[in-house]
């Protein structure tokens, strides 16, 4: 049930001004004196007499009737009256809105968005903002952002709703909610009402603080799109490329498009329903870097466009170049067995002239700028940070166990390893001090760690806390796998035998000239500026759109790069009516958020209509005249 509430009862006082206005009716009438023809008219004016005192002529006069209810009518606005919802009233109201890929995907009869759905939901609570109510919007994809703080700026919160817009990136709920909850550490929040296709995973890792009311948008569930595009090095200049397209609910055809560089090389018609994705391959010759892009164009409506481009960057055929410390024999030797590589220094020249940029470090000396590489394997060597962490004690060690899915330790076993110098953590420290500096222990020892990896944007290091030399390990078949393995994850990380399509949020760091800016051009008007690092490594390029990017020196194009979607559950467009969080399950609200209902708007309309009436009736023709 509805009741009737005001906002600004303090403006009560207005009703006061209906008193003057009644004095103002209860004054005697000020005759003018007329000359007339007949003393007929005289019983006219005792009768006047008679209706002249005050109550009887403030029951006649429809004049001051209509302006005490105009004047009621405004002071009424002025209180601000409403209809109360359903739900006990919030003052402070925190939306997160959804904007994630499948957010776009359109309905076939409306032509709507489900973003643009919410879009109307959330302008119809603006609406209905009550004077002593405060609302934040915070949109989520794979990161949150907050679009306004909490406030009553109705004109704010429309801007930011109406500027808001897609992304073409997966949804991440928990950050929304993370959000919501930092802010509710500095205003009360009880309730967060959340706007979104239900396009997430069903068990959410988040501990609620305050209760969700789940505002599911409709479901669209027609719609086809590219969920993997990769290539397979076959040879020095052969590459397989490799796709999968896949269609939600309805079988649909289309047209499948292949462009190297821009220009169209394969063409052919499929039709892909739910049970039966297509498969599509094919082997193309790369010598030069190269840009595939694979282009889906239905033949029916298709909801979603964002997954119907992929893109996939094959580098230029080259070995690898690979930087080896020149006393590190063993290592040496097993590099001599493998194909598509070069190695430095070659014998016989300064290890200091092998400077600049590799693709793989081996070496048993601390990191240097004089040279880098996106993959690095030392020996020997305890991280300058962790120094007075772990030390290296002259006595023997023994492997306990070892991460065995590590890529750099795939297939190799290291049991019964005789090790002569002993890693030990120093007094009162353990395994969490080393993550916590980021480093995870891929060997563990008796005493310490006997081999760590430390992960980062621009790099992936490995460290191997002993000196090989001193134990049995290069004896070991597991030793030349070892050697192979960081191998093969360098050619991957170089791309040099297999590559995949980049997926849209951050473009690989590109090799450019050091410490200089560069413009970043890409869809949907983006248009950015970074600067590369020291080892000229231009790093975080943002791609929140699919398509390509221009990275520019000036007015020259440098590079070209493209971000796809690439993300099966995105273009499925799945919808989960039920979001299980750590401690309980939130289900989709049956009906949308009831919400105040502020009167003042029609109470001024009311108003004016008064007036307006007011007006005709005292400035229309009086009866009985003609016009001339």
Request: charged share 25%.
């Given at each position: 049930m509805s009741w009737l509430g005001f906002q600004a009862l303090q403006y009560s006082w207005l009703f006061l001004l209906l008193i003057p206005l009644i004095l103002f009716y209860f004054l005697k009438l000020k005759r003018p004196q007329q000359r007339i023809a007949s003393l007929v008219l005289w019983q006219q004016v005792l009768d006047d007499q008679r209706v002249n005192s005050p109550f009887q002529r403030f029951k006649r006069n429809i004049l001051l009737l209509l302006q005490l209810l105009l004047l009621t009518l405004l002071i009424l606005a002025a209180l601000q009256p409403f209809f109360t919802g359903g739900a006990e009233r919030a003052r402070y109201i925190p939306i997160v809105i959804d904007t994630s890929a499948s957010m776009g995907a359109i309905d076939a009869e409306t032509g709507e968005s489900r973003l643009d759905v919410a879009r109307k939901r959330i302008i119809e609570m603006i609406d209905s903002l009550t004077i002593d109510q405060q609302m934040s919007l915070v949109a989520v994809d794979s990161s949150a952002r907050r679009l306004t703080d909490f406030t009553n700026d109705k004109r704010m919160l429309r801007n930011a709703i109406n500027d808001l817009e897609v992304v073409d990136l997966p949804?991440?709920?928990?950050?929304?909610?993370?959000?919501?909850?930092?802010?509710?550490?500095?205003?009360?929040?009880?309730?967060?009402?959340?706007?979104?296709?239900?396009?997430?995973?069903?068990?959410?890792?988040?501990?609620?603080?305050?209760?969700?009311?789940?505002?599911?948008?409709?479901?669209?569930?027609?719609?086809?799109?590219?969920?993997?595009?990769?290539?397979?090095?076959?040879?020095?200049?052969?590459?397989?490329?490799?796709?999968?397209?896949?269609?939600?609910?309805?079988?649909?055809?289309?047209?499948?498009?292949?462009?190297?560089?821009?220009?169209?090389?394969?063409?052919?018609?499929?039709?892909?329903?739910?049970?039966?994705?297509?498969?599509?391959?094919?082997?193309?010759?790369?010598?030069?870097?190269?840009?595939?892009?694979?282009?889906?164009?239905?033949?029916?409506?298709?909801?979603?466009?964002?997954?119907?481009?992929?893109?996939?960057?094959?580098?230029?055929?080259?070995?690898?170049?690979?930087?080896?410390?020149?006393?590190?024999?063993?290592?040496?030797?097993?590099?001599?067995?493998?194909?598509?590589?070069?190695?430095?220094?070659t014998p016989g020249t300064n290890p200091e002239t092998a400077a600049g940029d590799f693709d793989l470090i081996i070496s048993r000396e601390p990191p240097t700028t004089l040279r880098s590489a996106p993959l690095e394997f030392y020996e020997n060597q305890i991280p300058s940070d962790l120094e007075t962490l772990v030390t290296v004690q002259e006595d023997q060690a023994m492997v306990i166990d070892w991460f065995r899915t590590s890529p750099l330790l795939e297939h190799v076993l290291l049991q019964n390893l005789l090790i002569n110098q002993e890693p030990a953590y120093a007094e009162d420290v353990g395994e969490k001090e080393l993550r916590d500096l980021g480093y995870e222990i891929l060997v563990h020892g008796q005493k310490g760690p006997l081999m760590l990896q430390q992960k980062s944007i621009e790099r992936n290091r490995y460290f191997m806390l002993f000196d090989s030399g001193q134990s049995t390990f290069p004896f070991r078949i597991g030793f030349p796998i070892m050697v192979t393995n960081v191998v093969q994850e360098a050619m991957e990380v170089a791309g040099l035998s297999q590559a995949s399509a980049v997926k849209t949020g951050v473009?690989?760091?590109?090799?450019?000239?050091?410490?200089?800016?560069?413009?970043?051009?890409?869809?949907?008007?983006?248009?950015?500026?970074?600067?590369?690092?020291?080892?000229?490594?231009?790093?975080?390029?943002?791609?929140?759109?699919?398509?390509?990017?221009?990275?520019?020196?000036?007015?020259?194009?440098?590079?070209?790069?493209?971000?796809?979607?690439?993300?099966?559950?995105?273009?499925?467009?799945?919808?989960?009516?039920?979001?299980?969080?750590?401690?309980?399950?939130?289900?989709?609200?049956?009906?949308?958020?009831?919400?105040?209902?502020?009167?003042?708007?029609?109470?001024?309309?009311?108003?004016?209509?008064?007036?307006m009436l007011e007006w005709w009736f005292f400035q229309r023709r009086p009866t009985g005249l003609r016009s001339t």
């Open positions: 949804g991440k709920l928990e950050d929304g909610l993370r959000m919501v909850q930092a802010m509710s550490r500095t205003v009360p929040v009880e309730e967060v009402i959340l706007f979104s296709d239900g396009n997430f995973p069903e068990q959410i890792n988040f501990e609620l603080p305050y209760s969700v009311n789940y505002q599911q948008l409709p479901q669209i569930t027609t719609n086809l799109g590219i969920t993997s595009f990769n290539a397979q090095r076959v040879d020095d200049d052969s590459w397989d490329l490799f796709a999968v397209i896949e269609a939600s609910r309805e079988t649909i055809g289309a047209d499948l498009k292949l462009l190297e560089n821009g220009k169209e090389i394969d063409s052919s018609p499929i039709l892909v329903g739910e049970e039966t994705p297509h498969r599509f391959g094919v082997r193309v010759n790369v010598s030069n870097e190269t840009q595939f892009e694979l282009q889906l164009v239905p033949k029916q409506h298709d909801c979603l466009a964002a997954d119907n481009r992929a893109f996939l960057m094959i580098p230029r055929t080259r070995a690898l170049r690979i930087f080896v410390d020149p006393e590190m024999v063993a290592y040496r030797h097993v590099l001599s067995s493998l194909e598509r590589i070069e190695v430095y220094p473009l690989p760091e590109q090799l450019v000239s050091r410490e200089t800016e560069y413009g970043i051009e890409g869809p949907r008007g983006l248009n950015r500026t970074l600067s590369s690092d020291s080892h000229g490594l231009l790093a975080g390029i943002p791609a929140p759109y699919v398509g390509e990017y221009e990275i520019r020196d000036g007015s020259d194009v440098i590079a070209r790069r493209g971000a796809s979607l690439i993300d099966p559950r995105e273009s499925s467009l799945a919808a989960n009516d039920k979001i299980q969080f750590d401690e309980l399950p939130v289900s989709a609200a049956s009906a949308q958020v009831d919400t105040d209902r502020p009167l003042w708007r029609y109470l001024v309309f009311g108003a004016f209509g008064f007036l």
